[in-house]
């Protein structure tokens, strides 16, 4: 699983890295984020899943939450939203926590359910979410090919 995620996660690094703060902030018509919104996104919900965030996590700072949680958008943002330097630390910082996960943690079931899905272990969930970070990727670089073209 390990080379699977260094694969997706360089992905979303080097796209991240290849973007600037406004290209980040615009929300395209027909979209319902913005970049910078997908990529927070892409933080807090493994973050959450598999460390306990925000409650029993501080890897991230807690109003990540109230940024980038599901069903968060960009137009209700009371806080000033982190920048893509920021967000790429914090993305490096936990590639290298998801990295020290051990067989014996994901093999453990999972405490909570989730509204989708028939995910038993934490094992399943971190499967999830390789498919969860690429599906982000892809509306990213979607919405960005739309930017460039206005």
């Known amino acids: 699983m390990s080379n699977q995620f260094d694969l997706t996660r360089s992905a979303l690094l080097s796209f991240i890295e290849n973007n600037d ?25 493994p973050e959450a899943l598999l460390f306990g965030f925000p409650n029993q996590s501080e890897n991230v700072p807690k109003y990540f939450s109230d940024l980038f949680n599901t069903g968060t958008k960009p137009a209700d943002w009371q806080d000033t939203p982190p920048s893509l330097s920021v967000l790429i630390t914090q993305l490096e910082q936990q590639r290298a926590r998801m990295k020290e996960l051990t067989n014996d943690f994901l093999q453990q079931d999972l405490p909570y ?12 969930v971190y499967e999830m979410i390789l498919q969860h970070e690429n599906e982000h990727l892809g ?6 090919q739309v930017v460039d073209a206005l």
């Open 21 to 45: 703060e406004k290209t980040a902030d615009v929300q395209p018509e027909y979209f319902n984020n913005t970049i910078r919104w997908h990529i927070g996104h892409v933080l807090v919900t």
């Open 139 to 144: 509306k990213m670089k979607a919405m960005k």
């Open 113 to 124: 359910t989730l509204p989708f899905g028939n995910f038993k272990t934490f094992g399943d």
